[in-house]
């Protein structure tokens, strides 16, 4: 902290102040022309992203899209409808009859036991359904680039001879589970699976890849921990088997279940637990899979739980268009049949299956239209697992001729007669040759659908509008910014300048200095220039036609005041003439001599696009983007450079500004020692008195 003239009685601090305003001047202007290039660099970022934006419609106009878009009319869209691609030939197609509608296949069941679809399974007394005893489990690996993979089953064993009912998928892609002793086929997916719970490949899965394995196993066996001072202990798994496989060891301890007898036909809840002394200590919710012990046990025990579970099976195989595709479906009896059908749904089958509570009948239907399954007497949808479709679902099932099965609608392919060819189609809709058909209804031989292909000349018309007035946008632009008045008199504020104006005031006068940095700027008076000659330059290659080698021959031309610096308005009569008579020396005029290495050859599309890549080039080389360093670009150096000369600057002011101050301190001190030496005398004189 400063304090000046406390001898002199002057005021320091403003003088040094005042003298420091004057030292700052050529500070000042620095950081205008500071302030002026980064306006610059943002002027010309500006630009260049309307340039980007543009060259993206130019991708987008040299689509054959953009000039060859077709119109089509039916004769009774009640019957058939269509729409047609840019490949669409103009034509026109007679669909003479259609025999038959592509259907999908659906069965519904006969009416099952009544079964609650919100409920476990195993809670229900279901007629027909059985249940198996052992473990069922599910894994998720991930793929490393290798062929081989270990599932974690903790001394449990695969019941190998259950391979049918388990499912391997890579990715959502079902893989076929073959004999360890087979040998893999080449291009097919398949896997083995060892008792170990190995799965071996036929050939490396790619990594990061998802392998998800449905198994079964002999036995669960869980590690298990009880928290000190508690009773209870849940195994994680519920509906647990009735039998002797059921054993817990706590430390030292074994405990198995009192007397399990598998041929028992009460329903035991609740197992009572013994020890190796046959004392009970505790009881096994099977259902829920809770131990309540009878004393606390000692915490952190460690407990390995062996049991096995009840589960039950479904396989189905479909016939579609990816196929012939068989997946497994292991459930057990916590689950509900809800969640069985929502397995079915999710996976690569292409069914959908419900459950009708009123009727107790399920619904099961191909998301797929059309026949693919090649045998003509049999369905697209069959069941290797017939006891659960059968006996709880209430599937029947013989033959494709059996009025008496669950086939309620065969599937069937859509059946038609066009130009007096007959042919079929898996769907209603269907493309053919660049027209995309949708049949609506069947119909007899006698009243043909038309269908007349055409170009559609309004949306060409539309198109090229629309391009032409995103270039007008363009030039606008470019050209305001290169006319812009320049105010000289207007620079920069400094913030004590600021400090004086309004909001308003500081807007105004920062619009004017702004105003004017890219007036006359060679690089866009050079873009205006060179996408005017784009435009302006005949077309010549051997696909353009010389009578539509400029845009005024299709009634696009410059507007009258070159004030506009070249804005294109359009002839809309002239423009839609030429592009009835003929559309494609329009696309040519704009799409043609891609290849070109002579520019006046190259379409007008193209021109443009080599005149707006090279002024991005000379817009990024000047002022860079978003994610470019000041090293990278002319005005970025130059702000690099001006940001030293102000850091030199500023230390050279500090250096003056204490050079200012220690010499008013030395005034001062003279100052102050004379006045010292004057009271002295004073004193003096005054005593001799």
Partial sequence: MRIGGLASGMDIDSIVKNLMQAERMPLQKLQQDKQRLEW????????????????????????????????????????????????????????????SLAKAESWVSTATSKIDPTKAMGEQSITGLTWAEGAVGKKTLNGNGTATYQLDLNGATIETALTEKMKVKVDGKVFNIIDSGASFEAGKNQVKISDSGELTFGSAVSANSKITVDYVADKHIKDLKIADGTKTLNLGTKMIAQDA??????????????????SATDDRTKMALKDQNDQVVGEVNLNTGVVTLNDNVSGETNVKATFRQQYSHMSLTTHSSKGEITESFLFTPDQTLNSVFEQVNKSSLGLSMFMDTQTNQVS?????????????????????????????????????????????????????????????????????????FTLN?????????????????????DNIKEFVEKYNTLIAAINEKATEERYRDFNP????????????????????????????????????????????????????????????????????????????????????????????AVENLFRSGSDATDKSAKGILHRLTDSVNVAMDQFRQKAGNQFSTNQQFSIGRN???????????????????????????????????????????????????
């Fill in 40 to 99: 610059q660099r943002d002027d010309y970022r500006t630009i260049n992203t309307m340039m980007m934006d543009f060259r993206s419609t130019l991708t987008q106009m040299k689509l054959s899209t953009s000039f060859r878009a077709r119109a089509v009319t039916s004769s009774d869209e009640a019957r058939v409808t269509a729409t047609a691609s840019s490949a669409a030939m103009q034509g026109s197609y007679s669909i003479d009859s259609v025999k």
């Fill in 245 to 262: 496989e059921f054993k817990l060891e706590a430390g030292a301890n074994t405990y198995t279940l009192v007397d399990p007898d598998p």
């Fill in 639 to 689: 702000l690099n450079d001006v940001d030293d000369r102000i850091k030199r600057f500023e230390d050279r002011v500090i250096q003056v500004e204490d050079r200012y101050w220690r010499q008013f301190t030395a005034m001062e001190k003279a100052i102050q020692q004379a006045n010292n030496q004057s009271a002295y005398l004073m004193q003096q004189f005054s005593s001799g008195f």
């Fill in 364 to 436: 099961m239907m191909r998301t797929e239209t059309g026949r693919y399954n090649t045998d003509a007497a049999e369905a697209d949808v069959s069941f290797k697992d017939m006891s659960f479709v059968t006996d709880v679902l209430g599937f029947s099932f013989t033959s494709m001729d059996d009025p008496n099965d669950s086939l309620k609608v065969n599937a069937q392919n859509a059946e038609f007669t066009v130009n007096g060819l007959t042919t079929n189609r898996t769907t209603n809709t269907f493309n053919m040759n660049g027209v995309t």
């Fill in 493 to 584: 504020l400094s913030d004590e300048e600021r400090e004086a104006l309004t909001d308003k005031q500081q807007e105004q006068f920062e619009e004017k200095a702004r105003s004017g940095l890219l007036r006359r700027d060679p690089i866009l008076t050079g873009a205006l220039s060179s996408m005017r000659m784009d435009f302006y330059s005949p077309v010549s290659n051997d696909q353009t036609n010389s009578a539509f080698s400029q845009l005024a021959a299709i009634g696009i031309t410059t507007t009258s005041n070159f004030r506009e610096g070249g804005k294109l308005e359009i002839n809309e009569a002239k423009l839609k003439e030429a592009l009835s008579n003929d559309p494609e």
């Fill in 441 to 461: 209804q069947t119909f007899e031989p006698g009243n043909p659908v038309t269908m007349n292909i055409n170009n559609d000349n309004d949306q060409v018309f």
